[in-house]
């Protein structure tokens, strides 16, 4: 039995949701813990009663520590102070052996089972970004992505939980300061910090929009299989972090894209318009359980001149590695 938790409010509703399928398809024998942020989603999951997930309402986990420093962040640097304190509160509100942390907004291909047994006799598993030589950002966001955690209930898992827990309680913010950044950079020197800390090394984990650059990926047999394009590794994909997943409303269109990043378009095709697919495919779900919800983090973008937008969707004359996928609202 594998054990997971998530945080996310309703705006992300269909991104979590899609995770969790995700999940359901390629692990069979887990328990996903939702740390639902606002009580519109809470609402929602607990009617939909889902198998394989508990729902815990901020009611049920916010204690005094987080109640004190929720009023001195924003929503965005909120939910990074409680990354850690959710973990915390699996292992010891529900007496598990271990507890994996995972973002809301990635997506299973393998069962990430094989990950987690790379721990070995250690009791934290962290993974890098591995940047792409065009994405250097490990100065300041850190090199270690808090996107897939695993903590032991152990001394040694227990004591690197607890003193993250307590840093992000003192200061989590969305700047880069005195060599922080959120709940991020306070893991960069965990490794010679602290005993039992172990260092993913399977490439299938932690594929993200900031190093796929570095891959190829082919579809094979039910399963992706990424090969490394400087070494020729090859190895499946166990999941994607679809970080900075944007959707637009444009009149009666939705518009996903990833203007962001470089994308190949072999791997747009293959890993990012089946997503977009089963966005649309969870944000249907949702909206039947409560229409108010959208789940998308949708943002607005009026058009201004309908029949050139048509014609560019038509003849896709878009900037190169600019792709985009629309749907129609019905």
């Known amino acids: 039995m594998l054990y997971f938790c998530t945080l996310y409010n309703s705006n992300y509703a269909a991104k979590g949701l899609a995770m969790y399928w995700s999940l359901r398809r390629v692990c069979p024998e887990f328990m996903l813990y939702v740390f639902a942020f606002d ?81 070995g006799d ?36 227990m004591k690197v939980l607890k003193w993250w827990r307590n840093a992000c309680l003192e200061w989590c913010y969305n700047r880069y300061e005195d060599g922080k950044f959120g709940d991020q950079k306070y893991l960069d020197d965990w490794t010679t910090r602290f005993e039992g800390v172990h260092d993913l090394q399977h490439l299938g984990g932690g594929v993200a929009p900031w190093n796929m650059q ?20 090859e190895f499946p994909l166990v999941f994607f972090h679809f970080h900075a997943c944007h959707c637009f409303h444009k009149g ?17 095709n ?8 089963e966005l649309i495919r969870a944000y249907c779900a949702m909206r039947r359980v409560n229409p108010s919800i959208d789940g998308l983090a949708t943002k607005e973008q009026p058009i201004q001149r309908w029949w050139g937008y048509i ?20």
Not at 75 to 100: K, N, P
Not at 217 to 229: D, K, Y
Not at 270 to 277: G, I, N, S, T
Not at 311 to 330: A, G, P, Q, S, T
């Open 39 to 119: 009580d519109t989603l809470a609402s929602a999951l607990k009617k939909m009663a889902l198998p394989n997930m508990t729902v815990i309402t901020l009611n049920e986990f916010e204690d005094e520590d987080l109640l004190r420093v929720k009023p001195t962040r924003t929503a965005g640097e909120y939910c990074w102070t409680c990354s850690s304190s959710t973990i915390y509160y699996c292992l010891t509100h529900f007496d598990i052996d271990h507890c994996t942390y995972i973002d809301s907004d990635l997506y299973f291909y393998s069962n990430p089972q094989v990950l987690i047994d790379e721990m």
């Open 122 to 157: 250690d009791d934290v598993l962290i993974t890098s970004h591995r940047y792409s030589e065009q994405y250097q950002f490990e100065e300041k966001a850190g090199k270690y992505c808090v996107q897939f955690m695993t903590f032991k209930n152990t001394k040694r898992g």
């Open 252 to 268: 009666w269109l939705r518009e996903f894209n990833y203007s962001w990043y470089e994308w190949m378009e072999q791997n747009w």
């Open 270 to 277: 293959l890993l990012f318009r089946p997503y977009a697919k």
């Open 311 to 330: 014609m560019r969707i038509r003849h896709r004359k878009l900037d190169e590695h600019d792709f985009r996928f629309y749907y129609w609202i019905d």
């Open 214 to 233: 570095q891959y190829t990926f082919v579809a094979q047999e039910n399963q992706i299989i990424g090969a490394e394009t400087a070494s020729g590794r």
